[in-house]
Antibody, heavy 128, light 111 residues
Framework: QVQLQESGPGLVKPSETLSLTCSVS????????WSWIRQPPGKGLEWIGF???????NYNPSLKSRVTISVDRPKKQISLKLSSVTAADTAVYYC??????????????????????WGQGTTVTVSS | QSVLTQSPSVSGAPGQRVTISCSGS?????????VHWYQQLPGTAPKLLIY???NRPSGVPDRFSGSKSGTSASLAITGLQAEDEADYYC???????????FGGGTKLTVL
């Protein structure tokens, strides 16, 4: 059973860069879309961006100027970098794998498929 | 302000049926993009509850069902149980924004 584990500093100073890693175990990283989602305390879910296993990425327009998502296939890791953070970036950060549909041995996945597998999330606080 | 609109809260007594609505627009749900639903129990990560408008992943009870019409979608829960108390989110894709979009979430209280 595939598992996702987010890791990284729990405390980041304002104006610095938040860096998180999502490690994939129990399943492949290839041929899937992977997303980062965050949830500020007491608030709803906000999509940050996704990346395909080949490295093609797309970001939330509201965060695009500050976000970079990358994939390291040999290490089976997806990374998130968010620059110039403020207190508004304080949140639980989740990585998730998009669904894949398989019919007669042929599997397809798209970025508009649902998010089938989630990590447990990691809390990041932005504070000096 | 979320791209998809959900009522902030809904409640029901055990055994009852409740519905949670998700309203979008012609650039997301109305454009034909599928709607997915997630259940988030307190202190845990979201869990996929319904995918592609009406489909349940393995292990999700058939008390949960989804529907989609026009620019809106709904999640129905029948035979309400105490363990269903959670936050529920709808999600789709917006072609104009080129972005995955979520609803603001609906808190379900089981009375």
């Amino acid at each position: 059973q595939v598992q996702l584990q987010e890791s990284g500093p729990g405390l980041v100073k304002p104006s610095e860069t938040l860096s998180l890693t999502c490690s994939v175990s129990g399943g492949p990283i290839n041929y899937y879309y992977w997303s980062w989602i965050r949830q500020p305390p007491g608030k709803g879910l906000e999509w940050i961006g996704f990346i395909y296993s080949t490295g093609s990425a797309n970001y939330n327009p509201s965060l695009k100027s500050r976000v970079t998502i990358s994939v390291d296939r040999p290490k089976k890791q997806i990374s998130l970098k968010l620059s110039s953070v403020t207190a508004a970036d304080t949140a639980v950060y989740y990585c998730a794998r998009h669904r894949q549909d398989c019919t007669k041995g042929v599997c397809t996945t798209y970025y508009y498929y649902g998010l089938a597998v989630w990590g447990q999330g990691t809390t990041v606080t932005v504070s000096s | 302000q979320s791209v998809l609109t959900q009522s902030p809260s809904v409640s029901g007594a055990p055994g009852q049926r409740v519905t949670i609505s998700c309203s979008g627009s012609s650039s997301n749900i109305g454009a034909g993009y599928d709607v997915h639903w997630y259940q988030q129990l307190p202190g845990t990560a979201p869990k996929l509850l319904i995918y592609k408008n009406t489909n349940r992943p393995s292990g999700v009870p058939d008390r949960f069902s989804g529907s989609k019409s026009g620019t809106s979608a709904s999640l129905a829960i029948t035979g309400l149980q105490a363990e269903d108390e959670a936050d529920y989110y709808c999600q789709s894709y917006d072609g104009s924004l080129s972005a995955v979009v979520f609803g603001g979430g609906t808190k379900l209280t089981v009375l």
